[in-house]
């Protein structure tokens, strides 16, 4: 958010129209959060509450709100930042259940889903709360196979989901990173970066039993969550180490 007004990149004369936009984004946002929807992954014939989007509804209000703020539009930034909070703890408790131990698809709900590994890097929890923590072990043990993290698990509208969805693994790196545990981070990134083709290059599935890349290649989004893992366990590898860049 902060970059729209301080990134010499960005060209921002006039935040008129851009902020017109952003407020016409946040109110949109908090309209559709209560209302069910395909997810993510797009179910065709599942319409239902799931978190990853409620999740992003918040994450609209919450930036909104620091935007809001930076231009004087207290109003707004007051009314955002108390539905975001507001709805933030409502998701923390719908969403995680404490008898699975993990966050799940929908609230209220009890599948996987590896999208929730992003939870940390939208800032709406701490990668180190043990509700989080508990997450990532679970689906450590429910949707990883062959060293590759799933989507889901449960039967979807096609049946049985097989191949691994290859940006899930590096979201797994990340979440892993963040979580403190940084060589295993290394350790998951380094063999992953091994079922790349030749050319380093990776698709949108793999399968977990004989590596094969499937679906669509190059996926640009999965080389996306690759250099943002990749990013992440350096930041966090060059701040154990004592290397900081303050001044850049």
């Excluded at 709360?129 to 889901?152: I, K, N, Q, W």
């Excluded at 893992?229 to 590898?237: D, Q, W, Y």
Aim: aromatic fraction near 12%; charge should be negative.
């Amino acid at each position: 958010v902060d970059t729209l007004l301080t990134d010499p990149r960005v060209v921002t004369d006039d935040m008129t129209d851009v902020f017109a936009l952003v407020e016409r984004l946040v109110e949109e946002s908090i309209v559709a959060a209560p209302v069910d929807d395909t997810g993510l992954w797009e179910f065709r014939s599942r319409l239902r509450p799931y978190t990853f989007s409620k999740v992003l509804c918040w994450v609209a209000a919450h930036r909104g709100a620091r935007l809001a703020r930076l231009l004087g539009r207290q109003d707004l930034s007051e009314r955002w930042d108390q539905w975001a909070a507001t709805q933030q703890a409502y998701l923390l408790d719908a969403a995680y259940n404490p008898t699975l131990g993990f966050f799940t698809q929908t609230l209220h709900g009890e599948h996987a889903d590896a999208s929730l590994l992003l939870l940390p890097t939208f800032g709406f929890i701490d990668a180190r709360d043990p509700r989080f923590v508990s997450t990532v072990r679970a689906y450590e043990r429910l949707l990883v196979r062959g060293g590759l993290m799933h989507r889901y698990q449960h039967p979807d509208d096609f049946g049985e989901t097989t191949s691994a969805f290859s940006i899930c693994s590096f979201w797994w790196v990340e979440a892993v990173a963040m979580m403190g545990d940084i060589d295993r981070a290394v350790e998951i990134f380094n063999r992953l970066s091994s079922c790349a083709n030749p050319l380093g290059l990776f698709s949108e599935d793999i399968d977990p039993k004989t590596g094969r890349l499937l679906g669509n290649f190059p996926q640009a989004y999965t080389h996306v969550g690759l250099m943002h893992a990749a990013i992440t366990i350096g930041e966090l590898l060059e701040a154990r180490e004592a290397r900081f860049r303050a001044w850049t």
